[in-house]
């Protein structure tokens, strides 16, 4: 049989044919050269840090002699700080969401709310540390406490949870919510049994990647003056602390090279961390995608 | 239709989104125990009309209304007349099937949960499902999403949900439009049946079903009520024109 001509790749759909290949091959070299990028950089932390990594490390303090350097106190801080960062950001973020978008009248002044809130995830985040200078640690007299810390990670990450809680409630359609209404539920009901569980694996992903980006962040830190020799471990909100992106900041500035081989260390810590966070946000996705 | 009592009575209704009018000076008494039926063109403000008898346009933004909506004789939209409370009493059936992403048991459980009905909660979803002649499809995968049943299905999950409530009123917006004429002829079997116990507000495109199911039937253009009488006075002797060429099929 042959082929009806009509049918044959005409001139002018060659060209738009060629122009797709050739932006097809364009994005693939662009994402290539990303991961390649990337790619290096982890090849370098890893081969220069690899070898400290182990229990000796994990469970020691840092240290004058490279050989006994830890990030225990480094390690515990960070836990502390996400810990009460999270007590602190999750509640509040997810709350103002629900009453955001379920309950606030849709009005100038709400529009103003949100459009501040929206522009607050954009500052840098030294401001937040600056803020949590002059607020906390001074005004409120909290010192370099982990709390304060704390509460000054949370202000930077509020933004970012309120914003994904809020499009992850905005993507649940309208006419579940109708339905629920018309059974002669209130609308605290409506949001309880029907809007939360919808949005759940949305919100959850957003605070997990919001809790991430508090873990590595270290100007606001450095800013509220977290400590970075630190030979105990806190035990109340109330200690001061340190924290790994202050620990790996302190090895790097140092002059000796075996240091920034224990910054690499660290920072294989932390990126296990963060892997971690990010493998758990991502299940969490599929899962609810799945249901 | 002298000796029934309205259980609702629109009093010349007008419901505009922002400034335009969709539902103009509209008068329609809802007789209890009756099915009335709204017919007329897309777009004429059937739905409009319906979400306004239990208050359901309350959550669409810039609505508002003028006249009265009369429950019983009070006004259904008095400062202290709790919405929560009057969509109990008026109960509703979308014209999309909403189903909860729950299970098919805990789609007709939850309503009566909630508001704490009296009773044996299995039993009421059971007679919910039988109602709405659902239960011998489904009696065996209860547990199972009701996302995973048909059009059909969902729609009639979402008529036993709304059965589950014993509202006094039903307002139903094109229940059939998903339906297969089988399922259909059930719904319309269930309508008859229902009729004893609820007063039923039926919203359909289908002129044998209004012809067929209700006693009354309101025929709407353009959200002005053009005509309303019994049933087989519409059908058969229509007073206006218009509603003459909508149900013989010469609309245009
Ligand atoms: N949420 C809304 N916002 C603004 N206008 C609306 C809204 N809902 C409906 N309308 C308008 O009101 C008018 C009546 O709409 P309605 O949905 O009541 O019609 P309908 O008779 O139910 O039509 P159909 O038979 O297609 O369902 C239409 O002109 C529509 O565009
Ligand atoms: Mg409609």
């Given at each position: ?23 097809k091959y364009f994005c693939i070299a662009v994402t290539g050269s990303a991961v390649l990028i990337l790619g290096i950089l982890l090849y370098q932390i890893i081969s220069d840090g690899y070898r400290w990594v182990d229990w000796q490390f994990m469970?020691s303090?840092p240290?004058?002699?490279p050989e006994?350097a830890g990030i225990l106190s480094a390690f515990?801080g960070t836990l502390?700080l996400v ?38 995830a954009g500052v840098p985040s030294i401001?937040f540390g ?23 990670m949370?202000?930077l990450i509020?933004?970012v ?44 992903t957003g605070?997990i990647l919001a809790l991430s980006r508090a873990i590595g962040e270290t100007a606001p830190l450095i800013m509220?003056?977290a400590?970075t ?13 340190t924290a790994l992106p202050i620990q790996i900041f302190n090895w790097t500035a140092r002059p000796q090279e075996t240091f920034h081989e224990l910054a690499a260390g660290g920072i294989i810590v932390l990126l296990g961390v963060l892997l971690l966070m990010n493998a758990l946000a991502v299940y969490?996705r ?6 | ?252």
């Amino acid at each position: 049989m042959t082929t009806n001509k009509d049918l044959v790749t005409s001139q002018r759909l060659r060209q738009r044919q060629a122009k797709a290949t050739f932006f097809k091959y364009f994005c693939i070299a662009v994402t290539g050269s990303a991961v390649l990028i990337l790619g290096i950089l982890l090849y370098q932390i890893i081969s220069d840090g690899y070898r400290w990594v182990d229990w000796q490390f994990m469970t020691s303090y840092p240290s004058r002699f490279p050989e006994k350097a830890g990030i225990l106190s480094a390690f515990v801080g960070t836990l502390w700080l996400v810990s009460l960062t999270a007590l602190l950001a999750i509640p509040t973020g997810v709350l103002a969401a629900i009453y955001l978008e379920e309950y606030a009248p849709k009005n100038r002044w709400t529009q103003l709310i949100e459009v501040n809130i929206a522009n607050l995830a954009g500052v840098p985040s030294i401001v937040f540390g600056i803020l949590g200078l002059a607020l906390f640690v001074r005004f409120m007299g909290l010192n370099r406490s982990v709390i304060a810390g704390a509460m000054t990670m949370s202000l930077l990450i509020l933004p970012v949870i309120i914003i994904a809680a809020k499009e992850a409630i905005r993507a649940i359609p309208n006419s579940l919510r109708q339905a629920a209404f018309a059974l002669g539920a209130t609308r605290w009901q409506v949001v309880r049994a029907h809007v939360l569980p919808a949005a759940l694996p949305g919100i959850l992903t957003g605070i997990i990647l919001a809790l991430s980006r508090a873990i590595g962040e270290t100007a606001p830190l450095i800013m509220i003056g977290a400590l970075t020799y630190v030979a105990f471990l806190p035990e109340s909100p109330m200690d001061e602390f340190t924290a790994l992106p202050i620990q790996i900041f302190n090895w790097t500035a140092r002059p000796q090279e075996t240091f920034h081989e224990l910054a690499a260390g660290g920072i294989i810590v932390l990126l296990g961390v963060l892997l971690l966070m990010n493998a758990l946000a991502v299940y969490i996705r599929y899962r609810g995608s799945k249901s | 239709m002298s000796d029934a009592v309205p259980i609702l009575n629109a009093l010349d209704l007008s419901i505009a989104y922002g400034k335009d009018d969709a539902v103009k000076n509209v008068t329609l008494p809802i007789l209890e125990k009756k099915i009335t039926a709204i017919i007329g063109p897309s777009g004429c403000g059937k739905s409009t009309f319906l979400r306004s008898l239990n208050r359901m346009n309350d959550f669409i933004d810039g609505v508002s209304h003028r006249g009265q909506i009369l429950y019983r004789g009070s006004d259904l939209y008095a400062e202290n007349v709790d919405p929560v409370e009057a969509r109990l009493r008026i109960g509703m059936v979308f014209q999309k099937a909403n189903p909860f992403p729950k299970s098919i048991y805990r789609n007709v459980a939850w309503g009566p949960g909630i508001n704490k009905l009296p009773g044996d909660p299995n039993e009421r979803v059971e007679t919910a499902l039988k109602q709405a002649a659902l239960w011998d499809e489904v009696s065996d995968r209860l547990n199972d999403s009701a996302l995973n049943l048909s059009g059909g299905q969902q729609q009639r999950l979402c008529i036993a949900r709304a059965l589950a409530m014993e509202p006094e009123i039903i307002l139903m917006d094109e229940p059939c439009s998903a339906l297969d004429p089988v399922s259909t002829a059930r719904i319309e079997d269930l309508l008859f049946e229902l009729k004893k116990k609820f007063t039923i507000v039926i919203v359909t495109h289908n002129m044998q079903q209004a012809a067929r199911v209700s006693d009354y039937t309101a025929f709407l253009e353009n959200g002005v009520l053009i005509e309303y009488g019994e049933t087989d006075q519409v059908f058969t002797r229509p007073k206006e024109t218009r509603t003459e060429e909508y149900v013989t099929g010469r609309f245009g």
